[in-house]
C-alpha cells in the first residue's frame, strides 16, 4: 500500500482512505485491517477517487481542511474526504433532496467534521454561518454548474481551490462532451481562476469532467 497523496493510498489499481469510525461501512465498501482500517474508494463510485485514478496532479483536500462540498447526495465522496480532512478538519455538505439527505444526516451523527445542510446551492444566503474555506468541492449536475460554483466561492472561499465536476449532459446534451468542458473552463478564467487542470473521468464516469482551480 502506497500513500499517493498524504491520506490517500493506494494498492495496485485500488485506492483507500484510513477510516476515520473504524468498524463502520458507508456504503457497503471493503474494510482492511493494517497498522490501521483502510476503507476502499472505488473510482466507479466516486468522481475524486475517478479523477486520481486518472492521474490528479494536485490534491488540495488534506488534513485538517475545511471543505464546502455542493451535491452531497447520500455522502459517499463527502465521507473520503472526511477520512482525509480528520478530526481537525471540517466538510459542510450541501445537498438539497431530503430523500438523500437523510441518509447524509445518519453518517455526520457517525462523523463529526461533516456539517450536513439542506439548502440549495443557488442560494448561499441560506447557509450564512458557513466558516470560510480552503476549497469548493461542486458536483450537482445542473446546467448552471460553474456559476453556482463560483458564486459559492466568492462567497466561502476567495483564495484557495475549487475542484468542480463538469457533467457535459447537464450543460448540453447535444455539444461534443470536450467542446463543453472547454467553455466551462474558459468562464472560469475570465473570471480570474487559474485553470490547474482538466482531467476527462471517462471510462469511470462517462461525460463527465473534474475541473482543477485556483484563485
Ligand atoms: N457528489 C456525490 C458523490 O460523489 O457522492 C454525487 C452527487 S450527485 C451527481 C448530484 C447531487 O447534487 C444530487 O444529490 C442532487 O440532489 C444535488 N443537487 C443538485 N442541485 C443542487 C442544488 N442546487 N443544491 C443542492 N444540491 C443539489
Keep these: 500500500m502506497k500513500e499517493i497523496f498524504?491520506?490517500?493510498f493506494k494498492d495496485g489499481k485500488i485506492l483507500y482512505t484510513i477510516n476515520l469510525t473504524p468498524g463502520t461501512r458507508i456504503y457497503g465498501e471493503k474494510l482492511i485491517k493494517?497498522?490501521?482500517e483502510f476503507r476502499e474508494w472505488a473510482a466507479q463510485r466516486s468522481k475524486l477517487a475517478a479523477a486520481i485514478m486518472k492521474g490528479l496532479k494536485t490534491l488540495p483536500v488534506k488534513h485538517a481542511a475545511s471543505v464546502l462540498y455542493l451535491g452531497a447526495s447520500t455522502g459517499t465522496t463527502v465521507s473520503h474526504i472526511s477520512d482525509i480532512?480528520?478530526?481537525e478538519?471540517?466538510?459542510?455538505?450541501v445537498e438539497f433532496s431530503e430523500r438523500v439527505f437523510r441518509n447524509l444526516l445518519d453518517l455526520a451523527k457517525q462523523r463529526r467534521n461533516i456539517v450536513p445542510l439542506l439548502a440549495?446551492?443557488?442560494k448561499p444566503d441560506e447557509y450564512p454561518w458557513v466558516e470560510k474555506c480552503d476549497v469548493l468541492y461542486c458536483d450537482i449536475?445542473?446546467?448552471d454548474q460553474t456559476e453556482i460554483a463560483m458564486r459559492n466561492f466568492d462567497g466561502f472561499v476567495e483564495e484557495g481551490y475549487l475542484l468542480l465536476v463538469v457533467k457535459s449532459q447537464s450543460i448540453d446534451v447535444?455539444?461534443?462532451?470536450?467542446k463543453v468542458y472547454e467553455e466551462e473552463k474558459k468562464k472560469l478564467e475570465e473570471s480570474g481562476f487559474d485553470v490547474l487542470e482538466l482531467i476527462d473521468l471517462e471510462p469511470?464516469?462517462?461525460?463527465h469532467a473534474m475541473i482543477v482551480a485556483k484563485k
Design 85 to 87: 480532512a480528520g478530526k
Design 89 to 93: 478538519g471540517a466538510v459542510y455538505a
Design 120 to 122: 440549495d446551492a443557488r
Design 34 to 36: 493494517k497498522d490501521a
Design 6 to 8: 498524504p491520506g490517500v
Design 174 to 178: 447535444v455539444k461534443e462532451p470536450k
Design 141 to 143: 449536475a445542473q446546467p
Design 204 to 207: 469511470y464516469e462517462e461525460k
